[in-house]
T-cell receptor
Framework: GQNIDQPTEMTATEGAIVQINCTYQ??????LFWYQQHAGEAPTFLSY????GLEEKGRFSSFLSRSKGYSYLLLKELQMKDSASYLC?????????FGAGTTVTVRA | EAQVTQNPRYLITVTGKKLTVTCSQN?????MSWYRQDPGLGLRQIYY???????DKGDVPEGYKVSRKEKRNFPLILESPSPNQTSLYFC?????????????FGQGTRLTVV
């Protein structure tokens, strides 16, 4: 089966940095995605990692260590609009399995 | 505009009354899938399809059916809905299953079964 863990909630201040960790234990691995989901809306793609290392996209970066079954999403220069749920998902064998999501609240 | 369209957006129905949620994408994507999202459980995959006439079970397929007669459409069928199928449903499509294939999600269908 698939086991994907991420913290339930995180709170940070506007302008700060937050790191959301994701650990996974899956029967196989073909890549890891991060999605952002605002309340009541559809998830939107943030990043994809298939090789070890850091992928940077503007204020968002994602890191992967396949040997450790570990990824993190780094959000820099937090803005109020970054308040949302962040979903870690592992792609394996044509299936995409999601963690329960981390709700990030940005405070002024 | 590239998009995934689900209908209806909201639906209240009674136990046992068959219903279909439609999903259509205009991006010529091969891979499509259905998810349900429940509080504390995240998104769980119901069924997926790798191409026309090719479908397979996800993690929670019980009580659902799908079909893929055309590339653009991937309807979700509940033959006999039950209250435990009350949930938020998302359809998604992606170009394939290779590298960097982000999924595009529809806007969701909030289903209530009473």
């Amino acid at each position: 089966g698939q086991n994907i863990d991420q913290p339930t909630e995180m709170t940070a201040t506007e302008g700060a940095i937050v790191q959301i960790n994701c650990t996974y234990q899956t029967s196989g691995f073909n890549g890891l995605f991060w999605y952002q989901q605002h309340a009541g809306e559809a998830p939107t793609f943030l990043s994809y990692n298939v090789l070890d290392g850091l992928e940077e996209k503007g204020r968002f970066s994602s890191f992967l260590s396949r040997s450790k079954g570990y990824s993190y999403l780094l959000l820099k220069e937090l803005q109020m609009k970054d308040s949302a749920s962040y979903l870690c998902a592992v792609f394996n064998d044509y299936k995409l399995s999601f963690g329960a999501g981390t709700t990030v609240t940005v405070r002024a | 505009e590239a998009q995934v369209t689900q209908n209806p957006r909201y639906l209240i129905t009674v136990t046992g009354k068959k219903l279909t949620v439609t999903c259509s994408q205009n991006m010529n994507h091969e891979y499509m899938s259905w998810y349900r999202q429940d509080p504390g459980l995240g998104l769980r995959q119901i069924y997926y399809s790798m191409n026309v006439e090719v479908t397979d079970k996800g993690d929670v397929p019980e009580g659902y059916k799908v079909s893929r007669k055309e590339k653009r459409n991937f309807p979700l069928i509940l033959e006999s809905p039950s209250p435990n199928q009350t949930s938020l449903y998302f359809c998604a499509s992606s170009p394939g299953t290779g590298d960097n294939t982000e999924a595009f999600f529809g806007q969701g269908t909030r289903l209530t079964v009473v």
